[in-house]
Structure formats: C-alpha cells, structure tokens
C-alpha cells in the first residue's frame, strides 16, 4: 500500500493547530517563528513562503527576514544574537543553502539550541543521541518515523530498520531514532559492500542516498515498510522532468508492504515537524521565564 | 590470535609522552588534569589512583579533588565553575558514580565541554555524531577502534561492525566512530530478535551489554575480530571470583582472527584515550587564548 504522506502531515497540522490554540489560551503565548532567508535562490524562497503560510494556518506567528546576497556573516551572527535573546521568538530558523561567503557551520552554532527548529546545532544532535529531553530533532527524520508508524503501529520494538544514508540531516538521526524506538538498527552508505543484501534484511527500509531508483525490487524483503527520502530530479525518454525518489517505486510496490511515495511522502512531513518543533521550542521557554 | 590491550595502552602512552615533551617545550604550559572524587567508594579510588599515576608518568599535571560523600550539588557545581574559567586546568573529569543526591546529568552538563575528557557532555556528543572537529570522544570506544585496528591496519573501511549494546558511554559511540571510519554498522541491543544471526554477519564485533559469555563460537563469523568490553565478576565451580567478558573467550578464540582477553583488553586503553583527551584538550585550550 501506498503511504500517503500529504495527508498524514495534514492530520499532523491538524493536532498541532489545536494544541496551539490550547497554548495560547493557557499562557497567553503565541509560538512563533522567525525564518531568516538570505540571497534570491528562487527554490529556497519557495520552501520559506510555504513555512510562512503553515506556519500562520496553525495560528502561529511567522516572521521573514530577508536578507540581501551581500548580508556579511558578522550581521548574521549579531543578527542572531539579537533574536536568541528576544523572548518573544521561539523558533529561530536560517534557511540553507548560505551564500558561500558565510560558514554554515559558525551560523547553526550560532543559534541558541532551545530555539534551533532545525536541530542542527551540536547540543541538539548530543540531546538526540544521549536520549536527553529537550532535544529539538531535525524535521525529515521526524516524519520518515511518523510515516513508518502510520502504517505499522506505535510499536516499532525489534523490528529491522536499515538506513542508506549517513549525512547529519536524515541518515543519522533517523538511525538514532529508530534505535530510541527499540529498532535493531544498520546504517549503510557509499563504502557499504553488500548493499542489496542488506536491505533484503529491513523491516523498514529507509533510502536518504539522493541517487534516483537505486533501490530495486529484489532489494526489498517481502512486506517490508519503505520510507524513501530521495528527491531526484530524472529526465524522462519524452523529454519532460519529473521527481523520483531513490527507490524504483513501481518496482518497489508489488514487493513490500507499504511505501511511501515521491512527491507526496516524505516532503510534506518535513515543515509539518518544523511546526511541531516551532511548538515544542514555544513550551520549553516556559521553564526558562 | 589474541590483541594485547597491556602492550597497545603502553605503546600509546609512549607515544602521549613524547608529544606532551614537545608540547611543553613549544608552548611553556604543561597539560593538566582535575579529577573530582566524591564519596569514598573504594573501587573509584582505586581506579582514580591509577590515573593520577598514569596521568603523572606521561609528563601531565594531576590534580586530585576528594570530597566527602556529603558534598551538596550546589558545592560541585561551584566548584566547577571555578575549574571551567581556570586556564591552568586542561580537563575535568568527575568521577562516576556519583552519590545519589547529587544529579549526575546536571553536573556532567556543568563542565566546560571543551574540559570535558571524559566526552560525556551532550555537545561533545553532538560534535561526534556530526563528525565536527574538537570533539572529545569517550574513552572506551576510541580504545576499542585502536585494538581493532591493532589487528586490521588503519582502513577498516566497507567492513561490517556489528554492536551489542546502546550506552551512551560505550555502544552508541563506539557505533559513530566505526561509521566515521566508513564501516557499516548495526547496533543491536536487548530487543534485538535474531542476534546470533546478526552478530555471525559482522567483521568486527563488538560486545558492550555486560552480561558474561553471551556470545558463542557460533555467533562469530569465522576469522572476525572481536573486541570485548565487557567486564563481569562471576564464581566458577570452586567458589572463587574471576572477571569474564561479554564473549566466552575460550569458545571464541578458535574461530575469530582475533580477540581482547578480559583482563587485558580494552580496560587498559580507557585510561590511555583519557590521556590522550587530556592532551587534546590542552591543545584546544591554545585556541581561546
């Protein structure tokens, strides 16, 4: 079967907006969220206008700061400084790519961790990995567990998961993730020797490489969940593009028990977690008033 | 055959002294380490002992703090406040376990993380997993990749580890070490469901559940390389106590390449990579200066 992920995010956004609600009545608090864009990548504002959007449908406040392609790294930083003091901002997040004549790394350092809906910073990746409270988890590995739970269950406990994929975005905390929720866990990657048979093991397999329809049919144990992260863009025989995943879904369908697709699986989860975490970033600034 | 934990700890030790010479030669500072004890359980003397000794033989500072068992955590806490801004003191270790009424977590987030040579702080677990520089690595898992490279050379690159066990002191980052050393990995654990199975897949396999001779001849894959961190004090049949590892030695040691005895494994290159944490920390310090 076919897991869709639009709807599964929507059902998310539809918590979420009622838990806002829930919040605001409480403490008379409104979560909210600054997304700090620099340069004119047209795919980077895009993704930013959809964040502003979801982020105001679940009544949260959205703040855009856009910033010109010559902005200097020193005023991103005092930039930064300014709004991880400013109380009234829960969420702080700098949209990537950076033009390159900023350090990304000194820029995500630079975010206070309690306000990094990314959760790229150090502290947030060390929470995740010592299993410590507070930690604000990146978005794309949030939805693949909530995507794979929408279709096995709350209880993931002993199940297989491998992962393709290493990066700190998606391969390494989904791998964390997983193992939290009692997943015996194999990551695998570019140097891995026997990737098919690998895979053949998974009970959840999930692909993160970005290398389009690298998993085949005959990579998938039977009934096996499958979460595929990948984006790719393929042109086809026609001529056209269009978006594939890093799994032949097709292929991949007859075979296991469930997948989720691309577009439409994975991608919409992503800025439902950046909400989710907009929140959780809004309810932890509480025990620091 | 049989890795020598003894002769391997020694020979880093060596190495660690040579490069403190110079060290001090070049920048006139001496590394130092703090060691704080509290309570009077004997078994943490023992092993404090041992490494004010070791710490002292390699050309290092060593400052040894006891406290009494009833030491408050707001005293501990101020203390190391006043080692993290004092540039003399290199690293901080806290010896664990701490009495009960004082929150181990909250003090092992007190200390400076870039003093922290124990690796225990959630930014140095965060440093690990993202693979940044300047991360302090927990002792115990990098002992355990310098004996399995004492047998396999420096390129344990599209080998298959399998882990058992998921502390955050042992099992987890002994993990990210082996995937930043491009292994594949699997973590296993308490929930995992076919583990003999798993374990017989792995070239290097290691066993950090603490539970004594759990892993038999026919879990192991025939010329694997295995590193045993478990330590488990059992009776034998005459009524005397020994320490065994997670791995039945005797079983073990005709079908692996090679294998860490217990005693003389891994424990003696704990000390030795908090050493060389000190060290690093020292170098470190250069930095902010």
């Known amino acids: 079967m076919n897991i869709d992920g639009k709807l599964t995010a929507q059902t998310l956004r539809d918590k979420l907006a009622i838990e806002v609600a829930e919040f605001k009545s409480r403490y008379k608090i409104q979560p909210s969220l600054t997304v700090i864009i620099v340069g004119d990548d ?28 010559e902005t200097t790294e020193n005023h991103l930083l005092s930039l930064l400084e300014q709004l991880n003091n400013d109380d009234s901002v829960h969420g702080i997040l700098v949209q990537l790519p950076l033009p390159k004549h900023i350090d990304e790394s000194a820029i995500i350092s630079a975010i206070n961790p309690d306000k990094d809906v990314d959760g790229f910073h150090a502290m947030n990746s060390g929470r995740l990995f010592n299993g410590e409270p507070g930690a604000l988890v990146p978005c794309t590995p949030q939805g693949c567990v909530l995507l794979a739970k929408q279709h096995l269950g709350k209880d993931l406990s002993g199940l297989h998961a491998v992962v393709i ?13 997983l193992l939290q929720e009692n997943c015996t866990v194999t990551i695998t990657h570019s140097k891995t020797k026997n990737l098919p048979e690998l895979c053949k093991q998974a009970d959840i397999l999930v692909a993160a490489v970005g290398i389009a329809k690298l998993v085949k049919a005959d990579w998938v144990k039977e009934g096996a969940t499958v979460i595929d992260v990948g984006i790719n863009r393929i042109t086809t025989n026609e001529g056209a593009t269009k978006l594939v995943g890093d799994v032949d879904y097709v292929e991949a369908f007859e075979k296991c028990g469930a997948i989720t697709p691309v577009p439409g699986g994975v991608g919409p989860m992503t800025i439902a977690c950046l909400l989710k975490n907009t929140l959780a970033a809004a309810k932890n600034s509480l025990q620091s008033r």
């Open 42 to 69: 047209p795919a980077s504002h895009i993704y930013v206008k959809n964040k502003v959007k979801q982020t105001q449908e679940i009544g949260m406040i959205s703040n855009e700061i856009k910033l010109p392609i």
């Open 165 to 177: 994929g290493r990066s700190n975005i998606v391969g390494k905390p989904v791998a964390m993730l």
